[in-house]
């Protein structure tokens, strides 16, 4: 009887952590939910009270007058250059700097990762500004290159998480390649960053999410519309008048499903990497 008692009891903590779950899981896709149907309203029905909440007949094509209302086309590959350049930066420079940080040893090593995370600490509106003088003074405004050439000399907080990563792979490994006369790149490229895939997954995801996303540093040093990117390019979807909507909505959902996509297929390594990161300090 007692035994039939726990196994009730363990029942109904699972039900109630199960109802728990699908309460918060309704709660974050709700939004999500009324960003499709928007998507597919007419423009004067998305703010219509009280809302309808399933579109009565659904008009698929705000899509496509949505995505040839701006150069969509054009955005996307911006944005797709800066993103994929911006990953291959942030790999490489996070790795090879994590790398020194957790194996080579070199006086005031510890020191300068202090100062390293201490950068962490900085909010970006505090650099915002110098930052701009000094890539005006280059030229560089209305380009890609501020945002793009940063990301090849290190992100913090990307080589703060392959740091505590490669401190978790044993030392035994590299001793054994060395004494077959491996020298150091040779053991970055050919023993560590192949078992650090899950973390280097993890700094792609991250990178690739926030600059697809980014709204702020487009904003600021690309002024030509042939440059622009998506986030900028779904502004023109709002006037000082009227906004509109539905060609809203349906841009923002055709956005975002590069990044749905990404994590949909990649969470595996995604979650393995955040588990692993961290487990030695």
């Known amino acids: 009887m007692n035994a039939r008692s726990q196994r009730a009891s363990r029942r109904q903590s699972k039900l109630i952590v199960y ?10 896709l709700l939004p999500f939910y ?15 009270f009280p ?12 899509f496509p007058e949505a995505l040839t209302y701006v150069p969509f086309a054009r955005y996307t590959l911006n944005t797709l250059i800066i993103t994929v350049f911006s990953v291959i930066g942030n790999l490489l420079s996070a790795s090879l700097v994590a790398y ?10 510890n020191a300068l990762f202090l100062v390293l995370l201490a950068t962490m600490m900085l909010p970006y509106p505090v650099t915002m500004v110098p930052v701009f003088v000094i890539f005006s003074k280059l030229g560089w405004v209305n380009t890609f290159k501020p ?29 054994a390649a060395r004494i077959d006369g491996a020298n150091t790149p040779q053991i970055l490229g050919y023993i ?20 697809w996303n980014d709204f702020l540093g487009p904003l600021i040093y690309l002024n030509d519309q042939t440059h622009y990117t998506i986030t900028l390019g ?10 509109n909507w539905a060609y809203l909505m349906a841009a923002s959902l055709v956005t975002m499903l590069p990044v749905v ?21």
């Open 19 to 28: 109802l728990l779950l699908l309460a918060g899981s309704v709660v974050f």
């Open 234 to 243: 779904l502004s023109f979807f709002r006037s000082t008048y009227q906004t």
């Open 261 to 281: 996509i990404l994590f949909f297929f990649a969470q595996r390594l995604f979650i393995e990497g955040i588990t692993l990161t961290g487990v030695k300090g």
């Open 51 to 62: 809302p309808s909440w399933l579109p009565i007949p659904p008009r698929w094509a705000n």
């Open 192 to 211: 560590i960053l192949p078992l650090a895939l899950p973390a280097m997954a993890t700094v792609a995801i991250f990178t690739f999410q926030g600059t």
């Open 100 to 109: 020194g940080f957790a194996r080579l040893r070199a006086p005031g090593k």
């Open 147 to 175: 945002l793009i050439v940063p990301t090849f000399l290190g992100t913090p907080f990307y080589i703060f998480l392959l740091r505590q990563f490669f401190l978790t792979l044993p030392v035994e490994l590299e001793d």
């Open 34 to 48: 009324w960003m499709v149907i928007s998507s597919l309203k007419p423009s004067y029905a998305v703010l219509d």
